[in-house]
């Protein structure tokens, strides 16, 4: 019924830059809280960027003052403005969405497929 796209990611240079959108779409009454998570091979998938409907911000320390999370409520995307991108940036990035199919209903989590972003020289 609901499904997340991802698009904008591939392969950039250290020190480029990347632009990742989501859009969420079919059975949706609203969408509370969207967000990026990253899972780097061998290793567990952590939250990147969180943004509320309201549009309060949350960052992994590790990306803060390089990463910007924003959304367009009317298209149902989130975006995520990658700078300043790192090799240890390099990892499958999911889009992540709180929503409700129904005002009755209690929300749930839904996940992109996952892009991949590889930043290497």
């Known amino acids: 019924q609901v499904q997340l796209v991802e698009s904008g990611g591939g392969l950039v240079q250290p020190g480029g830059s990347l632009r990742l959108s989501c859009a969420a779409s079919?059975?949706?009454?609203?969408?509370?809280?969207m967000g990026w998570y990253r899972q780097a091979p061998g290793k567990q998938r952590e939250l990147v960027a969180a943004?509320?409907?309201?549009?309060?911000?949350n960052y992994a320390d590790s990306v803060k003052g390089r990463f910007t999370i924003s959304r367009d409520n009317a298209k149902n995307t989130v975006y995520l403005q990658m700078n300043s991108l790192k090799p240890e940036d390099t990892a499958v990035y999911y889009c992540?969405?709180?929503?409700?199919?129904?005002?009755?209903?209690?929300?749930?989590?839904?996940w992109g497929q996952g892009t991949q972003v590889t930043v290497s020289s």
């Open positions: 992540n969405a709180d929503i409700k199919n129904n005002p009755f209903r209690a929300p749930r989590d839904y």
């Open positions: 079919g059975s949706i009454f609203s969408i509370n809280t």
């Open positions: 943004i509320t409907s309201g549009g309060i911000t």
